[in-house]
């Protein structure tokens, strides 16, 4: 009796394993591609009529405004790479840099955007535990670039920016400036970081 249930706790455990990685990966992108969708129905509607829109209804492709986004993002893409369509969004570029609110959220975009893609050494490449919010706690961050001569200026030392994640969440978190002395880089990647972070601590590199 008891390695029929040895046997069964062991096949319950070896079944959680496997779908709830798959269970939770179809739930993340089902939540994504339904979101677009839900964003791009008018455009849909637009290009396929309101009367067709109506012959779908119940029958609504998944991942149609997904695809949509990806063919207008590869389709912008080809614009920006000629000559013609470089002067028109330097004439687009100069029209948002007019309006108060909209330049400054552009202007920071677009230079986080161009500094990843332009940038030589990898950006956010590195782990590392620092000392937060007090001592002797300790938190991993993930390293994302050198500070600014302005922080250097004034503290004297050399820091580097780290980005401390949220847990379950790591897509929000803080940025704290951090003395390159005070920080202790680890030996993992940063996809191995994520999943330590994701998963409270319970997975962890070996």
Known sequence: MQRVKGAIKKNIIA???VTVPVALTYIILEFVITRIDEMMVPVVSKIIGEK???NFNGYFVPGMGFLLVILFVFFIGLIATNIFGRKIFELGELVLHKIPLVRVIYI???KVVDTISQSQTPTFGKMALITYPRSPLKTVGIVACDTPDMVFKMTGKRSV??????????TT????AVPTEDVNFLEMTVEEGLKMIIS???VAPK
């Open 161 to 170: 920016n780290v980005f401390v994640p949220t847990s379950p969440n790591p």
């Open 52 to 54: 067709a829109m109506e």
């Open 108 to 110: 920071t975009t677009k």
């Open 173 to 176: 978190g803080f940025v704290i």
């Open 200 to 202: 409270f601590g319970v």
């Open 15 to 17: 079944g959680l394993l």
